[in-house]
C-alpha cells in the first residue's frame, strides 16, 4: 500500500507541475473568454489515459506500479475536472452561456474521443 501511495504521489506531483506550467503558458500566450488550458489539459489528459489503457490492453505496460504512476498519479494530477466544473459555474454566473454549452459539449466529446484514439493506437 505505501508503495503505490508512492507511485501515485509521484506522478501526482509532476502531473500537477505540469499542469499549472500549461497553464501558465496558454494564458499568457492565448488570454480568452473560454477557458483553453482546462479545456486542452483534459483533452491531452483524455488521450493519454487512453494511450496508457491501450498499452495495458496490449500487454505493452501490464505492471500495477506504471498504473499507479501514469494513470492515478499522472493523469489524476494533470487533469482538472473540478476546475472544468468551477469554470462552468462561472460562465453560468457571467452569462456567457453559448460558450459553456460549446465548453461542456466540446469536452465532453472530444475527450470520449481522445480515450478511443489512445486507445486504437494500440489496436492491431
Not at 508503495?3 to 499549472?20: D, P
Not at 506550467?21 to 473568454?33: G, Q, R
Not at 479545456?39 to 494511450?51: D, E, Q, R, T
Not at 473540478?82 to 453560468?92: D, G, K, M, Q, V
Request: one cysteine or more.
Amino acid at each position: 500500500m505505501l508503495k503505490a501511495l508512492l507511485f501515485v504521489g509521484i506522478g501526482g506531483g509532476v502531473g500537477s507541475i505540469l499542469r499549472y506550467l500549461a497553464s501558465v503558458y496558454i494564458n499568457k500566450h492565448f488570454p480568452h473568454k473560454f477557458p483553453f488550458v482546462t479545456f486542452a489539459v483534459n483533452i491531452l489528459g483524455c488521450l493519454l489515459i487512453g494511450i496508457f489503457l491501450g498499452m495495458i490492453d496490449q500487454k505493452e505496460l501490464n505492471n500495477q506500479n506504471l498504473k499507479f504512476l501514469m494513470i492515478t498519479g499522472f493523469c489524476g494530477g494533470f487533469t482538472t475536472f473540478s476546475a472544468f466544473a468551477t469554470e462552468n459555474y462561472r460562465l453560468i454566473q457571467t452569462g456567457n452561456l453559448n460558450i459553456l454549452l460549446l465548453y461542456i459539449i466540446s469536452s465532453i466529446l472530444l475527450g470520449v474521443l481522445a480515450v478511443w484514439a489512445g486507445i486504437m493506437v494500440f489496436k492491431k
